[in-house]
């Protein structure tokens, strides 16, 4: 691979990864279904969520969550692209905050999202999140999504 398209590669992976952030913020929920492969494996144990292989329609629904909130923010940085002909691990610290009235839950971790490159481009196959810390605690970060699972629960009730 030429230096040139080796950084086409990072660019467009990187780009991948940013997109993920931003149509989570944005609730942008087809934009973020266009992202992975039709089936991937997702790891957010960490914040005792999913750990399993699942269709990626499903992850995309839990985290339709999100619309609870009243806005969210997802920042990326520190993003290591690594990658091998069809396959490529980006990795990448993020710091989520999630907003619900006077509520605010924050999480900072690591990121790691395995992509497979296809006809149409690049998916994402496999994504992870390890939380490094709850800035404001744990207890807030819970009392946030509660409120945030509450509110979006209760839009769509009768």
């Given at each position: 691979?030429?230096?040139?398209?080796?950084?086409?590669?990072?660019?467009?992976?990187?780009?991948?990864?940013?997109?993920?952030?931003?149509?989570?913020?944005?609730?942008?929920?087809q934009?973020?279904?266009?992202?992975?492969?039709?089936?991937?494996?997702?790891?957010?144990s960490?914040?005792?969520?999913?750990r399993?292989?699942?269709?990626?329609?499903?992850?995309?629904?839990?985290?339709k969550?999100?619309?609870?909130?009243?806005?969210?923010?997802?920042k990326?940085s520190?993003?290591?692209?690594?990658?091998g002909?069809?396959?490529?691990?980006?990795t990448?610290y993020?710091?989520?905050?999630?907003?619900i009235?006077?509520?605010?839950?924050?999480?900072?971790?690591?990121y790691?999202?395995?992509?497979?490159r296809?006809?149409e481009?690049?998916?994402?196959?496999?994504?992870?999140?390890m939380?490094?810390?709850?800035?404001?605690?744990r207890?807030?970060?819970?009392?946030?999504?509660?409120?945030?699972?509450?509110?979006?629960?209760?839009?769509?009730?009768?």
């Open positions: 691979m030429t230096d040139l398209s080796a950084l086409v590669v990072r660019n467009t992976l990187t780009d991948a990864v940013m997109a993920y952030a931003m149509a989570l913020d944005a609730g942008d929920w934009a973020f279904r266009a992202l992975f492969e039709d089936e991937i494996d997702i790891d957010y960490a914040l005792g969520s999913l399993a292989t699942v269709a990626a329609q499903t992850w995309v629904d839990r985290c969550v999100l619309d609870g909130f009243d806005a969210t923010q997802h990326i520190n993003i290591v692209v690594a990658h002909g069809d396959a490529a691990r980006v990448s993020v710091d989520a905050t999630h907003f009235g006077d509520l605010a839950g924050f999480a900072c971790g690591t790691v999202h395995e992509f497979r296809h006809s481009g690049w998916k994402i196959r496999a994504c992870a999140f939380v490094a810390g709850f800035p404001g605690g207890a807030a970060f819970d009392r946030a999504f509660d409120a945030a699972r509450a509110a979006y629960a209760a839009r769509d009730a009768p």
